[in-house]
């Protein structure tokens, strides 16, 4: 089983950035999924999360409005969009995936990991 995470790069305050993340040996249909960060000095947080049953999101705070999670099941991926970007949002992306959805909070629960991509916000 592997996820792996792409589309990280650098980026001007107020761009945008689309990561992906594809699946192998597991149908992400049957997930809930997740993306998370961490910040250089910080703990990890929960930024989006998609349950697989009803398609429901939820988002952290800091990026309500502006980050949008989406999943591709004929591609067996998961994306998110990420607009208005400040260079708060800089860290190390992660995507992640667990049969059971343990909202934004409970990182540590998530089976599936990709190995992360690093975005950075600056002028």
């Known amino acids: 089983v592997q996820l792996q995470a792409s589309g990280g790069g650098l980026v001007q305050p107020g761009g945008s950035l689309r990561l992906s993340c594809s699946a192998l040996?597991?149908?992400?249909?049957?997930?809930?999924i997740c993306w998370f960060r961490q910040a250089p000095g910080k703990e990890r947080e929960g930024v989006s999360c998609?349950?697989?049953?009803?398609?429901?999101?939820s988002y952290a705070d800091s990026v309500k409005g502006r980050f949008t999670i989406d999943r591709d099941n004929a591609k067996n991926a998961m994306y998110l969009q990420m607009n208005s970007l400040k260079p708060e949002d800089t860290a190390v992306y992660y995507c992640?995936?667990?049969?059971?959805?343990?909202?934004?909070?409970?990182?540590?629960?998530?089976?599936?990991w990709g190995q992360g991509t690093l975005v950075t916000v600056s002028s």
């Open positions: 992640a995936a667990d049969p059971i959805n343990y909202g934004l909070e409970f990182w540590t629960m998530y089976d599936y």
């Open positions: 040996g597991l149908i992400l249909d049957n997930f809930a």
């Open positions: 998609m349950s697989s049953n009803n398609g429901q999101t």
